[in-house]
């Protein structure tokens, strides 16, 4: 075969360079685009033909081996972007070269070039991983070119396929174990994924549900079925939604959905994801804090009627008075049996009633009592933050608890002091509701033998001095300062005042507001000495 001048980005690494060749022209991955290929065979005529053909061809780079050991020493060094690899050498099978080429993860596509034309042979290359084969001959040389370029393409391809597969798994993966249940359908409305916490929580396994209408599915499982096909996926916030499980349980869930594009065709839309959690227990809270609201609310107005009704009867018993004694005069200077009598036991009698209505009203204002018992001011503060700890930290502010051990008992009624520690923490809640990071909270400690301190404050929108001085007193015309419906802190003063203690508020924009309740000590045998129990 007569010399002909190659390319300068071509060459031909002899049986002699196999183990001390190496390369530094360009790849794939850099400018230029060149094709940097590993022939491995010893027939010295077939590799001089390879070499011929694509040295006429742009971008490519050839190395050459005649056996597996050069190749191996090669492939330590460099990186290839394609393989052609004969079946047979003195040293081995090609075969079994592929196989070690999987087992060390050397990614480089394999073409098998063999003068048999045997089919088994290639399926056996195929099956152990090649990505392509070829039968030595003129007309596949010419080839080359092309094959070598659509096997690198292919391998490419197959790659990036696995590394989707792979990253699919993983997120698959992910999604099982997260605690959040998770729905996917696509944009045709056919459920395609349901993890094993959307099992626990709505009751149906995955192989009932995949492969159903969301409409039918899984959107008729709320009250009210949201919109079969987006459920409201333009909604940037999560939605609260109301669902029937499979064991005809009802719960709450929140809900946020989510739309799936496809990155590797432009975006397109693939479907959807609902990501939903059980808020039920958050829910039913929320009901105990609206009951409990309802409950102050209703206390405040009953105790506003007391005060009200406090003030009347002042104003009516002292003239009532007047009346029943001026009558009862009447009555023993007039003889018996007379008109005049007679419209003083009558003008008597009725005062005696008035009075009586007045004492009825009284008595109907004052909510009834719990039992007076020796008691824990800590264990009914546990109580209290175990009532509205929750919805406090989900309206953003941080709840601090500081309880002091050992702390002498008092002498109290457990529900109504509940309430006062209820009721400021909610207080204190509406003053820190603005979206930003706040600071809550409840502090006790012993003051000496005679008292325990309860504080509980927060660093929100401070009280003006103006509605401070008459904080505890009742507000017929709604919030102060923001806080609550006007009559809460005097309903708190009313029930510390019946458990003969104080309570007082300092608030400054500095620090925030202060609520500090004083409780006096049980005392036993007149000792001064709080009681051990």
Wanted: hydrophobic share 40%; with cysteine.
């Amino acid at each position: 075969m007569p010399d002909i001048t190659y390319p300068p980005t071509m060459r031909l690494v002899t049986s002699d360079q196999g183990e001390n060749a190496s390369h530094d022209g360009p790849s794939p991955n850099r400018p230029g685009g060149t094709y940097h290929v590993l022939l491995v065979d010893d027939d010295d005529n077939y590799s001089s033909l390879v070499k011929d053909v694509l040295g006429f061809a742009d971008n490519y780079f050839l190395d050459r081996a005649p056996n597996l050991h050069g190749m191996w020493s090669l492939l330590e060094r460099n990186t290839y972007d394609a393989l052609l690899l004969d079946y047979s050498f003195p040293d081995g099978s090609g075969l079994e070269a592929l196989r070690q080429l999987i087992e060390r993860k050397l990614q480089v596509p394999v073409i098998i070039v063999t003068g048999r034309g045997d089919e088994r042979v290639a399926a056996q290359a195929i099956q152990q991983g090649a990505i392509d084969y070829l039968v030595k001959s003129p007309e596949t040389v010419f080839e080359l070119p092309v094959i070598i370029s659509k096997a690198v393409r292919n391998y490419a391809y197959q790659a990036e396929r696995v590394k989707s597969l792979e990253k699919i798994r993983y997120q698959a993966l992910l999604l099982d174990n997260v605690r959040d249940a998770v729905v996917v359908w696509n944009s045709a409305g056919n459920i395609t994924y349901w993890n094993p916490a959307a099992e626990e929580l709505y009751g149906w396994p995955a192989s009932e549900r995949i492969g159903l209408p969301v409409a039918k599915a899984y959107a008729a499982l709320f009250s009210p079925p949201p919109d079969p096909v987006s459920f409201d996926a333009n909604l940037p916030v999560e939605v609260e939604r109301c669902a029937q499980t499979r064991r005809r349980e009802t719960v709450w869930i929140g809900s946020r959905v989510t739309e799936l594009h496809d990155e590797f065709t432009g975006g397109a839309l693939l479907g959807f994801m609902d990501v939903t959690r059980d808020i039920t227990a958050r829910k039913k809270a929320e009901e105990q804090i609206q009951a409990a609201q309802a409950s102050l609310v209703e206390s405040a107005r009953l105790a506003a009627i007391g005060e009200l009704a406090a003030g009347v009867a002042h104003q009516i018993n002292n003239p009532l008075t007047a009346i029943i004694a001026e009558a009862q005069i009447l009555g023993r200077g007039s003889a018996a049996e007379t008109p005049e009598r007679e419209s003083a036991a009558i003008i008597e009698q009725a005062g005696w009633k008035a009075q009586q209505a007045v004492q009825d009203l009284l008595e109907f204002s004052r909510s009834t009592p719990d039992t007076l018992q020796c008691l824990s001011v800590n264990e009914t503060i546990q109580i209290a933050v175990r009532m509205v700890g929750a919805p406090i930290q989900v309206a953003g502010g941080g709840l601090e608890i500081q309880l002091e051990d050992n702390l002498p008992p008092v002498q109290g009624y457990p529900t109504r002091l509940q309430d006062v520690w209820v009721n400021l923490l909610l207080l204190a809640r509406d003053a820190t509701s603005d979206g930003r990071p706040h600071r809550i909270f409840v502090r006790s400690k012993a003051r000496g033998k005679e008292a325990v301190v309860v504080e509980v404050g927060d660093d929100g929108a401070a009280i003006p001095l103006s509605e401070l001085e008459s904080l505890f007193e009742p507000h017929f015309t709604g919030a102060v300062a923001g806080r609550g419906n006007g009559m809460e802190y005097c309903i708190c003063r009313e029930i510390i005042r019946q458990h003969g203690g104080q309570i007082r508020a300092n608030s400054a924009a500095d620090f925030g507001t202060i609520i500090e309740v004083s409780l006096p000590v049980e005392v036993e045998n007149g000792t001064g000495e709080h009681s051990s129990h």
